[in-house]
């Protein structure tokens, strides 16, 4: 009885280290910026985007862009 139970323990104990997600004790350097504008041609500053970051300065910035449209936004024209 007294061995089942000590490989029962260090059974468990073994596979507790597995449950511990990978990297979840480093600090999260995530940080997020947003900035409203109000386009009159929304194509064109979709290239210039794309341009900006096909260029060797874009390539440079490790920072990932998201482009969105507001479809109801109230009385706030960006």
């Known amino acids: 009885m007294m ?8 059974a468990l104990a073994a ?4 449950v511990l997600p990978d ?7 995530a940080y997020g ?3 409203e504008i109000t386009a009159t041609n929304p194509a064109a500053v979709v290239g210039s985007m794309q341009q900006f970051m096909a ?4 390539q440079n ?3 990932s862009v998201r482009l969105v449209q507001n479809i109801s936004n109230g009385d706030n024209m960006a």
């Open 3 to 10: 061995m089942k139970q000590g490989l029962l323990f260090a």
């Open 15 to 18: 596979t507790s280290f597995s």
């Open 23 to 29: 990297d979840h004790a480093t600090p999260g350097t």
């Open 33 to 35: 910026m947003a900035y």
């Open 55 to 58: 260029s060797p300065s874009g």
């Open 61 to 63: 910035n490790p920072v």
